[in-house]
Structure formats: structure tokens, C-alpha cells
């Protein structure tokens, strides 16, 4: 039954994107290692994705949990933006987190977003921000901005995965609940 569960999502969604994915292919969209350097970016390519990967890994918990949390699948289709489109207010990085009422600024917290902008901060503007013969410091002013620690990196990489595992174990006991009142 295992086999067959995990089989099937993956064979239906195949022949359906396809065609999506040779288009994309014959345009060399999928060279994003060589781009990385012709951008500028400061930071090595293997840590944004790493970030990327723990940020959707986090993301995709959010989904299971509301997933296991609702009867109707397009009633979960309709409240995934509600998770999600908060984040972008909450993460700092449109809005500033002190412009948000003091009421509503604990919500940071619980956004991977959040952490996985500060992480990218720390791996993009971390050299930088310490450097004294620039004057403004305009690094210095996004992390200050941006609530960014340069000694708590750490942290942040254990609040993503923490928060990946607190959602995945709530959707377990979403599950087991709903298991129990099945009959």
C-alpha cells in the first residue's frame, strides 16, 4: 500500500508538467549554479540552498498540518494564503517589523520566513556589516532593521527546523485525533 500511495501523486503529476519542464529545459533554465556567480551574490550557492531547502521544508509543514486539519481540500487550498501571505508582513523585509502593532509583532515568531530572511542577511551582507570605513553603513542599518544578530545564526537555524518539527508532529496529532473519532 505504501508503494502505491507514494507511486501514484508522482506518476499523475509527471505527464502533466512535462511539458512545462521541456520548455524550461530547452531554455536553459535549470543552469542556476553558473548564474549564481554572474549575479554578485557574496555568499556560497550551497548556503542559500541550504536556507532555501530548511525554509521549504518549514513551509511544507504548515501545509501537512493544514492539510490534516481540515476536511476539504479546496477549503485547504483556500486558507494556505492565509498562512502564508502573513509571513511576508511579519518577516520584516516589505514592512518593517516596529511598524507593526505591538499586539501583532509575536507573530514574527512563528514564521519561517522570518528566519530564513535573516539567515539570508547574515549569508548575503555579513561581511560588511562589521566594516568600519564605510560610512553610512547601510548593512549595518538593514540588520538593525531587520532585528539581524550576526551571533545568533545558530538560533535561527534551529527556530526553522524547530518549527518544521513542531508542525509536522502537530499534524501527527491532528491525524491520530481524527483517527480515534473515524467510528
Not at 46 to 74: H, K, Q, R, W
Not at 77 to 105: H, K, S
Not at 117 to 122: A, C, E, P
Amino acid at each position: 500500500m505504501s508503494m502505491f500511495g507514494t507511486a501514484m501523486p508522482t506518476l499523475l503529476a509527471f505527464p502533466e508538467e512535462r511539458p512545462v519542464f521541456v520548455r524550461e529545459y530547452s531554455t536553459n533554465h535549470y543552469r542556476l549554479s553558473i548564474a549564481h556567480p554572474m549575479v554578485g551574490l557574496q555568499s556560497r550557492f550551497v548556503n542559500f540552498l541550504a536556507i532555501e531547502f530548511t525554509l521549504a521544508m518549514s513551509a511544507t509543514a504548515v501545509a501537512v498540518l493544514l492539510g490534516c486539519a481540515v476536511e476539504d481540500p479546496s477549503l485547504a487550498t483556500e486558507f494556505l494564503p492565509l498562512l502564508f501571505v502573513p509571513q511576508l508582513l511579519f518577516a520584516g523585509f516589505f514592512v518593517r517589523t516596529d511598524l507593526i502593532p505591538p499586539w501583532l509583532r509575536w507573530a514574527q515568531y512563528l514564521c519561517a520566513l522570518t528566519y530564513a530572511i535573516r539567515l539570508v542577511l547574515l549569508a548575503e551582507f555579513g561581511s560588511c556589516a562589521n566594516d568600519l570605513t564605510i560610512i553610512p553603513n547601510l548593512c549595518a542599518q538593514l540588520f538593525e532593521v531587520n532585528q539581524v544578530d550576526e551571533d545568533e545564526s545558530s538560533l535561527y537555524w534551529g527556530v526553522l527546523w524547530s518549527l518544521f518539527f513542531v508542525f509536522r508532529l502537530g499534524a501527527l496529532i491532528l491525524l491520530r485525533k481524527k483517527a480515534t473519532k473515524f467510528y
